[in-house]
Every structure is written in C-alpha cells, then in structure tokens.
Nanobody, 121 residues
Framework: QVQLVESGGGLVQAGGSLRLSCAASGPTFSSYAMGWFRQAPGKEREFVAASSWSGSTRYADSVKGRFTVSRDNAKKVVYLQMNSLKPEDTAVYYC???????????????WGQGTQVTVSS
C-alpha cells in the first residue's frame, strides 16, 4: 500500500503563505500523479492542484495564480506552495496519489491523513 504523510499546515494570517509537504512511500512514486485536495466543514472535498508523473500541472480556478504544486521524485515528496492565502482557503488539506490519468479529479487511489490550514481574517 502507498502511504502518504502530510505536514506543514497551521494558522496563518490572510495574505500569508504556507508550504505543505506530502511524503510518499512505495516503489513507483514517479509513475503516480500526485494531487492536493481540501475539505472545509460541511463542504465536499474539492480538487485543488495536481502534478502528473511527467510534471504537467492542473489547478482549480479558485487557487490559480496563488498556489503552486511541485514534486521531487528523488525525495518522493510533493509540495503545495500556498501564497496570498484567503480565509476561504481554510480547510483540511489532503494529498492523494493516482495511478492513471486524468489528474484533475477527486477520484484518487491513495490518501494522506490530512493537515489543517486555517487562515485568519
């Protein structure tokens, strides 16, 4: 089983930045698409950003231009750099791994435990 462990969440003021990290275990990390998702209280889990095995990226319109997803296949880590944070970005953020295309979907195969991001007004 692929295991994913997120870190980097916390409390930040509006306009601030956070970098989330997701460390993966497994023999085929470089072949997986890696995605970031979030779920606010009372809301459905939504797609945020993802990076394919080849390095192509996709972003939700709500975060485009503010968030950047990147990956280090050697370290088996995917990052989500979050800038210009807004209170509406407050949610539990999850990373996921997907074995196939497409990547802009919530139907991923493996999930991390989530990390809380809270953006104060």
């Amino acid at each position: 089983q692929v295991q994913l462990v997120e870190s980097g969440g916390g409390l930040v003021q509006a306009g601030g930045s956070l970098r989330l990290s997701c460390a993966a275990s497994g023999p085929t990390f470089s072949s997986y698409a890696m995605g970031w998702f979030r779920q606010a209280p009372g809301k459905e889990r939504e797609f945020v950003a993802a990076s394919s095995w080849s390095g192509s990226t996709r972003y939700a319109d709500s975060v485009k231009g503010r968030f950047t997803v990147s990956r280090d296949n050697a370290k088996k880590v995917v990052y989500l750099q979050m800038n210009s944070l807004k209170p509406e970005d407050t949610a539990v953020y999850y990373c996921g791994a997907r074995r196939s295309l497409p990547i802009m979907t919530t139907e991923y195969d493996y999930w991390g435990q989530g990390t809380q991001v809270t953006v104060s007004s």
